[in-house]
């Protein structure tokens, strides 16, 4: 038996995901169906300026690259199991990570399950007519525990999994891309000077707020990024692996969703599009493959649309319940959530994971959800990226394998921009920020304290 068998039987972490495998998780969370709606809110905030919807989703890229840039720093550095909750321990305070941590096995990480899980068999409604609602729950609660089952068996196993569904879900995609770039006869303008909804020049403090609603639509695609730094102890030599998969996977997926929107509106003419989007038919993807490809196309677009989908519910089941696991260890969580298997995967945190998900499934729609798992998400990238700077002033000891381009410059940018979006996303829906913001983290830091005292009982007997 080899030393690395020996260390999985011993309940260590197995170091098997690859450079790639990190970029196809990395990708795989992020690219789903949405590719092919969400450029119609983007547009629609760009008050149907196609120049300015297309810096738009440039714009959201650098953004995201921007914390990519930052998480790497960390997590080569800390390449942790439970990513962004350890970094949080370690940078800060034990109970700012438990709080980040506890929100998101409570209500985050489940939560973006259930939605993808019950968006699967959704996209399934136009072609089998008469599926009930009780129905595609029931497709997703089987979705769920199939997905737990698998990453049961092995972090390889899930990671292979992501590499083909990575695959097939670009080919479908990049056809309709390259169809449309070839295929279409119509050459947008692409003047990015920000309009008004008459047309006219916005000027420049009401340019920057179109850009800036337009931007936010974005970063909906872009969501997801920094969950492959929850695997950091599972890959074959994160230091340098992580940062390469952070940094071309976002570096993909940017450059990807600028040429696919471009793509559409090589097909579409702008006022046909405007037409379609407030006639609330927003999937402009779709129409783009149903003109160029017939029949042929609609079946194309919905293939890439469940693999896109499957993939996306295969990494996130993969990369969260690491998150428990962290928590565990630091000593502050249920102990079994610490455990390994013989395979080297976190089995119990995945099965509680899956059974909060189905039970968020079964309990409601997950419309406000949506909106509270994003502000949690927003919350934990500003502590993560102004943590590079905290990091750096009160662990200068610290080996760093990568360090931020542009520091100290590049890091204020990145803090200054995710606080104004959440600053955005609280005045768009307060209660669920209110909720993220104080709730959910005072109940985790009752919860907290209260180990804390066991911990210290137990030490002092």
Request: glycine share 10%; proline share 4%; charged share 10%.
């Amino acid at each position: 038996m080899s030393n690395e068998k020996k260390v999985a039987a011993n309940g260590e972490f197995k170091k098997e995901v690859s450079v790639f495998g990190g970029v196809s998780i990395v990708a795989g969370i992020m690219i789903g169906s949405g590719i092919f709606y969400l450029g119609s809110y983007v547009l629609q905030y760009a008050n149907y300026s196609v120049g300015t919807a297309l810096l738009a989703w440039v714009i959201g890229g650098l953004i995201s690259l921007l914390g990519a840039l930052c998480f790497s720093e960390l997590s080569a550095s800390m390449p942790k199991a439970g990513g962004l909750t350890v970094y949080l321990n370690e940078v800060y305070h034990p109970v700012v990570g438990y709080m980040y941590g506890f929100s998101q096995w409570l209500i985050a990480s489940p939560g973006s399950i259930a939605a993808v899980a019950i968006a699967i068999p959704t996209a399934l409604v136009d072609f089998i007519p008469g599926m009930t609602n009780g129905q595609i729950k029931i497709i997703a609660v089987v979705l769920v525990a199939l997905f737990t089952i698998y990453n049961i068996m092995g972090v390889k196993e899930a990671s292979i999994f992501a590499n083909i569904t990575m695959v097939g879900k670009i080919v479908p995609m990049a056809l309709i891309l390259l169809c449309a770039l070839f295929m279409g006869n119509i050459m947008p303008d692409l003047d990015p000077t920000p309009v008004t909804a008459t047309g006219e020049n916005a000027g420049l403090f009401g340019g920057i707020g179109i850009v800036a609603y337009a931007v936010v639509a974005s970063l909906w695609a872009y969501e997801g990024w920094s969950n492959v730094t929850n695997i950091g102890e599972e890959m074959r030599n994160p230091q340098k692996d992580l940062p390469k998969a952070l940094i071309i996977g976002v570096g993909f997926v940017t450059v990807f969703y600028v040429l696919f929107n471009f793509a559409i509106l090589r097909v579409i003419p702008i006022e046909e599009a405007k037409a379609m989007i407030e006639a609330d038919n927003i999937y402009l993807g779709t129409e783009v493959a149903r003109r160029l490809l017939g029949n042929a196309g609609g079946i194309i677009v919905l293939i890439g649309m469940l693999i896109a989908m499957i993939g996306s519910l295969n990494g996130q089941v993969l990369v969260y319940a690491r998150i428990s696991y962290a928590m565990s260890h630091e000593g502050h969580f249920f102990k079994n959530q610490g455990v390994l298997n013989k395979k080297g995967v976190p089995a119990n945190a995945l099965i509680v994971q899956g059974i909060i998900s189905i039970i968020l499934i079964l309990a409601r729609s997950l419309d406000q959800l949506t909106t509270l798992v994003v502000f949690l998400g927003m919350i934990g990238t500003v502590l993560g990226v102004a943590g590079v700077m905290v990091n750096r002033i009160r662990h200068p000891e610290l080996e760093r394998p990568y360090k931020v381009w542009g520091y100290p410059v590049t890091v204020i940018i990145a803090v200054i921009i995710f606080i104004a979006l959440m600053i955005n996303n609280f005045i768009e829906d307060p209660l669920m920020s209110i909720l993220g913001l104080f709730i959910v983290p005072a109940i985790a830091a009752v919860i907290y304290f209260y180990y804390d005292k066991q911990n210290k009982k137990a030490q002092a007997k």
